[in-house]
């Protein structure tokens, strides 16, 4: 668990039970938090992770009168020693090894703030970022920012309030070596275009999806993105191979004996391959997937795979064994072979976590040839909420609201809680006990609103359960003021 440092509004937690607060994925918005942080007595509200640290300070700055938005970041790099470069170790059977303080979340979410930047200059105008999840010291205290979106793009990481920090979230480039026994290391995989995928925030008046990976760098892959890379190694005193030539945080220093040990891979790849879900996954289902091996050359080949399955946390963090086996695969003159395999329902259901992610790695090793590393992000989906409201949403006059659900699972469900909540429709979040629900049951909630604001109103429905995570809906509400 990471701890504040000050007296803020909410507390972080990643790790272990939430007995002594609320689970991060149990929050629906932030008026909640910040009544409970003022009933309080403006004591720490327990607890928080980056989606619910940006919600509540997108809310406070609004207050402000600060133009903010939420922005999310797919793939977003945690490079602690910002080098540009996060490297992954695995042994030999495909396990993570954990060599390194570097990381690579699913997501990662934050703050825009749009204001001048007189201590910056006019060109740094616009769109600031501000992170406040607790993830690192940044002058003494866990902070991050104003970082300028235009000194990211254009790689002046040399500028104050963490702008290397934010470009290596959105440009950092993956590199994973495999660790042998005898510690000498291979260098396997090398991706400049997997980190700051999709860089989003919500549309203004709608639920779409805004696109803004465009406000932090140029296209992947361009000239001018490559360009801009340099200029930010060369301005953190980087070489091109990743090491420093000067450091300004702490950072693993590698031996000239141990820099002998790294390699880099011999020769032309001699196997392709893939890992395809044959369905999208839904809990309590079985998983089904095709490790799908191309021999690229006319000899023939003997590959070994190594494949694991892991229940991840969305830091991507293993936290629990699911699946490990091996096996050879004879592969002909240019041949293909697709072999199918399952996760089992029962092998999952008591390692997964709350974030509802699987990481399967294949290691596929052939005798001649370089090594090839496959890995597939899987997340669960949960089952639908169904919900509707009957008749017009008037200013105080009672509508009544139905939501259905369904037990998705083989087994038996109990102890659930249905939650609402929605800005001029409920004053406090209404909580109501389900009953239980037998194996594929599906269970009806009746409630009624009063809205006290007219316009369009959002009214968000959150069922809470031990047997899975969160399964949250929600609907758009007009309501009319009282004629």
């Known amino acids: 668990m990471i701890l504040n440092d000050e007296k803020g509004v909410v507390e972080g937690k990643w790790n272990g039970k939430y007995c002594s607060g609320t689970n991060p994925l149990h929050w629906s918005g932030s008026v909640t ?7 309080g007595r403006y004591k720490p509200v327990r607890y928080g992770q980056c989606w619910v640290f940006a919600g ?19 793939n977003s790099a945690h490079d602690r020693n910002i080098n540009l470069s996060i490297d992954k170790y695995i042994d030999v059977s495909g396990k993570t090894l954990h060599l390194t303080e570097d990381s690579v979340w699913n997501f990662h979410v934050w703050n825009e703030s749009w204001f001048i930047r007189r201590d910056l200059g006019s060109f740094y105008d616009g769109w600031q970022v501000l992170d406040a999840t607790p993830q690192e ?5 866990f902070q991050c920012g104003p970082a300028s979106t235009k000194a990211i793009k254009e790689g002046d990481v040399n500028l104050d309030y963490d702008s290397s920090f934010v470009f290596a979230a959105v440009n950092a480039d993956c590199v994973t070596w495999i660790h ?23 549309a203004v008046s709608t639920n779409s999806r805004v696109d803004v990976t465009h406000n932090y760098k140029y296209p992947e892959g361009s000239l001018k993105e490559r360009q801009v890379y340099k200029k930010a190694l060369k301005l953190l005193g980087v070489s091109s191979t990743g090491r420093r030539t000067k450091v300004t945080r702490r950072r693993r220093r590698f031996s000239v004996a141990q820099r002998q040990n790294m390699t880099v891979p011999t020769g032309k790849p001699t196997i392709s391959g893939k890992l395809n879900l044959d369905a999208s996954p839904v809990i309590g289902q079985d998983i089904l997937l095709t490790l799908s ?7 023939f080949k003997t590959v070994k795979v190594k494949l694991s399955a892991s229940a991840v946390l969305y830091t991507r963090k293993p936290k629990a064994e699911i699946l490990q086996w091996s096996r050879s695969i004879q592969l002909g003159s240019e041949e293909v072979k697709e072999i199918p395999f399952k996760i089992s329902y029962s092998q999952y259901k008591n390692a997964l976590m709350d974030d509802r992610k699987i990481l399967v790695t294949a290691l596929c090793e052939v005798r001649q040839g370089s ?30 609201v139905q939501v259905t659900f369904t037990n998705p699972l083989s087994e038996m469900v109990t102890d659930c809680v249905l939650r609402a909540e929605g800005s001029g429709l409920l004053k406090e979040q209404l909580q109501i006990n389900v009953a239980r629900m037998a194996p594929m049951e599906s269970s009806t909630t009746e409630f009624e609103i009063i809205p006290y604001k007219s316009g369009t109103r959002q009214l968000q429905v959150d069922l809470v359960s031990n047997h899975f995570t969160d399964v949250k809906g929600f609907v758009m509400l007009d309501v009319t003021p009282v004629q």
């Open 33 to 39: 938090i910040l009544r409970k942080w003022y009933r």
């Open 56 to 74: 509540v300070m997108c809310t406070v700055l609004r207050s402000l009168g600060i133009p903010t938005r939420v922005i999310t970041n797919f």
């Open 137 to 141: 010291r940044s002058k003494g205290i």
């Open 180 to 202: 042998y026994s005898n510690k000498r290391k291979e260098r396997i995989y090398s991706n400049t275009r997997k980190i700051g995928k999709f860089i989003s925030t919500k």
């Open 293 to 299: 091996l191309r021999n690229l050359i006319t000899d």
């Open 371 to 400: 090594s090839l590393l496959m890995e597939k992000d899987i997340l669960l989906q949960d089952p639908f909420l169904t919900i509707k409201v009957f008749g017009p949403t008037v200013v105080h006059k009672a509508a009544n």
